[in-house]
């Protein structure tokens, strides 16, 4: 007989992800921060796991227990909002206009850069206090709003210090290619230089990002700025991503397919050829589907024609102060069905094994399963068709990171009162 360390018990139903069934009236079991068993009551007796008197359990009172989510495109360190930009677009000012009026990732830019160290993590630690609470222990966040290499360098450092301090595990990429800044406007070559020549080298030297990532966008960067600057990224250990067919169809998707890109992130306007060639690259695709909806935009990403294909489909915030402010992954699975047309099972891997693998994390997030680590979410919800049915409101009861409660919901008082008997 083993003692768990950790057991969660009483779930309606144990989603494990990664293609497993869903195992109805399931447990978890846990020791040391690792999973032993995904299973029943009659399977964990009979592999011979016991509670004893130092294990730590955990009633899931009829709910749904998930792998603990990933969401695999942030943009969670910055200064200032766009609020303004918000209204200025209810009144008809499109993304492009606002770019290059000034707006945009130049205005958020320019309060970031003003910004010190330690004022970025007070602004940032409450976006991943948030996260967590939603159920998130792994994600991805990129730099990208400095724009100059003390600025960059500065943002990387900023997710390093919240990485060791902060429950949920992160993911570090280098986006000093999100958009030429306005002092370079008028000498793209010698931005893409910087990059290239500063920026990338420095990063590298100081182990401060896994990736690279390039914005392809007529706002942004060109295809073959994109490709100079990833060769190089890759040539340091960086491994490349994507921005691409936000806003139109620029070859965007075949472009990630050829650099061998482990991400072609938002992909609203990708075409056939485009997901044919993911598909044999083997490159996953993280959809945006919270920016679809706060951009207003009619184009959607082709999900079901991408999973249709065999790529890898996951759903990430996108959490960035000027096109999609929240910190909510539960919402996005409703809108992978909503807007995207996915079904629970897929909306629920979008966020979980699909995510993980869109990070480079596949083999150890995303995924209940023995001998992985022990990141799981209780949500107050009877079943994982239940969780994006329920849209808008904090299903998240308790969240485990390495075997450990990492936070749980206090209790909430009846607004009704004690009730009395008649």
Known sequence: MTT?????????????????????????GVIGGRVVHVG?????????????PGTQVIDAEDGLVTPGLVDPHTHLVFAGDRAHEYALRAHGASYQEIARAGGGIAHTMAMTRKATEEELIALAAPRLDRLLRQGVTTAEVKSGYGLDLDSELKLLRVIRRLDRAHPVDLVP?????????????????????????????????EGLAAFCDVFVEDTAFHPDEAVRILRAASALGLKPKLHVDQLSDGGGARLAASVDAVSAD?????????????AKA????????????????????????????GVPVALATDC????????????????????????????????????????????????????????????????????????????????????QV??????EPSLLGPLCEA
């Open 320 to 403: 960035n102060p000027g096109t999609c402010p929240t910190e909510n992954l539960p919402l996005m699975l409703t809108l992978g069905m909503s807007l995207l047309g996915l079904s629970p099972t897929e909306v629920l891997r979008g966020v979980t094994d699909h995510a993980a693998r869109a990070i480079g994390r596949g083999e150890v997030a995303g995924h209940l399963a023995a001998g992985r680590p022990a990141d799981l979410v209780v949500f107050d919800v009877p079943s994982h068709v239940h969780l994006p049915y329920h849209f808008g409101t904090h299903h998240a009861r308790v969240v485990v990171k390495h075997g």
């Open 282 to 309: 083997g490159t996953a695709a993280v959809l945006l589907p919270g920016a679809t909806l706060f951009l207003g935009q009619s184009a959607r990403p082709p999900a079901r024609a991408l999973l249709d294909a």
């Open 40 to 52: 029943t009551a009659d399977t964990l007796a009979a592999a011979g796991l016991v509670v004893g």
């Open 4 to 28: 768990l360390s950790l057991l969660v018990r009483g779930a309606a139903e144990v989603f494990p992800s990664g293609g497993d069934p869903v195992i109805p009236k399931g447990v978890v």
């Open 266 to 278: 938002h992909l609203e306007h990708a075409g056939v050829e485009g997901i044919r060639a993911l």
């Open 406 to 411: 990492a936070w749980r919901r206090p209790p």
């Open 173 to 205: 990429t280098f986006l000093g290619a999100h958009v030429v800044p306005p002092e370079y406007r008028g000498d793209r070559a010698r931005y893409v230089n910087l990059v290239v020549h500063d920026m990338l080298p420095e990063v590298a030297r």
